[in-house]
């Protein structure tokens, strides 16, 4: 089954052409960080006019990439949520007039789903039932995976997402946005040692987060450090880092043992995270745990892993009709 996967669920425009869910023809993003780097976030309604201009050229740059022609297709699939509802509205009402322009089926899928089956486009997929840390800008979320579509949520972060402290730090230290990848590279000048911030929620009696506190503690040190904390901006950076990833290793990790599994995985924009794919890897070792983590185009938001878990409710006979409308919020079916 040839799938077009459209994602347009906040600030990339993606278009992919995928064959049973598993094999990659083409995979195109569009990508909208400096036009929202000024304002140190996204801005949904910029987000979703740039969708606008965005959408047609970069489906048409995956048909021809894939060396496809739209009526080869068999199916189309789409983010239909969680996300901004400007920005999800663009690809979706898209896909469902191509979708019935070309008289082919489509079907929205969670874009959650998606991410966790973006392992499955990847050589050695994890077998069933797996643990899955689903950590992004939007989502930190544990999930006892035990089939292409059965979820069980273990655990959620109560305020913020992992991402987006990332983010949030990033601008109070005037690094600018996106901030995971530069407090990555950045960590990797400092020291953890020297600046020792929180560990929130780490405990065997829980595997819910909260990232707002740690958040707070970086604030109030660089309040307090006014006049030297610049030179130490590698430092806090490595400090910050060390206790998110210290959380989130420790938390699904747990997960696994607690659940009997054997296979843990990582996914979402945040698994692109170095220090976090090192730190899971090092503890799951020390478990006997294997884990699985996508590569780094398929950790952050793409169209690929929409085609991939919109393959498994195609072929299930799900399907989605035109008074089908997105969601900003929902947990996993």
Excluded at 159 to 187: C, H, S, T
Excluded at 296 to 312: E, F, K, P, R, V
Aim: charged share 20%; hydrophobic share 45%; glycine share 10%.
């Amino acid at each position: 089954m040839i799938i077009l996967g459209i994602e347009t669920s906040c600030d990339e425009t993606a278009a992919a052409v995928v064959v049973d869910g598993i094999q990659i023809l083409s995979s195109v993003v569009s990508s909208q960080i400096d036009i929202h780097h000024p304002y140190g976030g996204v801005v949904p309604e910029l987000a979703s006019r740039k969708h606008m201009e965005a959408i047609v050229p970069v489906v048409i740059e995956a048909l021809a990439v894939s060396g496809m022609d739209s009526k080869q297709l068999d199916a189309i699939a789409v983010t239909q949520g969680p996300g901004l509802v400007g920005a999800l509205l663009v690809g979706f009402c898209f896909a469902k007039s191509f979708a019935f322009a070309l008289d082919i089926p489509w079907v929205g899928v969670n874009h959650l789903e998606g991410h966790i089956n973006s392992l499955f486009l990847e050589e050695n997929p994890p077998s069933f039932p797996f643990v899955a840390l689903l950590a992004s800008g939007g989502h930190t979320s544990i999930y006892h995976v035990t089939s292409h579509t059965g979820f069980e949520l273990v655990g959620q972060t109560r305020d913020d997402a992992a991402g987006e402290a990332f983010d949030k730090v990033a601008k109070m230290l005037g690094l600018g946005y996106p901030g995971g990848g530069v407090i990555d590279r950045l960590a990797t000048q400092g020291d953890s040692k020297n600046i020792v911030f929180p560990r929130p929620f780490l405990d065997k009696s829980t595997f819910d987060f909260s990232f707002s506190g740690l958040k707070t503690a970086v604030r109030r040190y660089i309040q307090k450090n006014m006049d030297t904390y610049q030179q130490q901006i590698p430092d806090i950076a490595a400090g910050f880092q060390e206790a998110v990833v210290d959380v989130l290793s420790f938390k699904v990790v747990h997960a696994a043992m607690m659940k009997g599994c054997e296979h843990i995985a990582l996914v979402g924009g945040v698994a692109a995270n170095n220090r976090l794919r090192e730190r899971v890897r090092q503890e799951a070792d020390l478990k006997g745990l294997t884990v699985h983590i996508p590569c780094i185009d398929l950790c952050g938001d793409n169209a690929a892993m929409i085609a991939a878990i919109g393959y498994h409710y195609l072929i299930a006979g799900t399907v989605s009709g035109l008074c089908d409308d997105v969601y900003s919020r929902a947990r996993l079916r």
